[in-house]
């Protein structure tokens, strides 16, 4: 989810995994899969930066090691 501008200063939150098309010309227009569109304050760029910032954070979340309690087989094995 990334966060934008609406023209009128409203900010709301946007599913990035829904954006199909971002076009800048020169207001901001992003067009997502289920046809709904937005135009926004933020430059394209800022958007593509935020999606790329918000992904990162996910994929980041997802790659930390587990902690795994100690498997029995290893505290059986000293008796």
Known sequence: M????????????????????????????????????????ESRQEVVERIVNFRRRVFQCGMRPSVEAPSHAASSAGK
């Open 2 to 41: 990334i966060s934008v501008t609406r023209l009128d200063g409203r900010e709301f939150t946007l599913n990035a995994d829904l954006i199909e098309s971002i076009e800048s010309n020169p207001d901001t227009f992003i067009r997502l899969v289920n046809s709904n569109s937005y135009v926004v304050r």
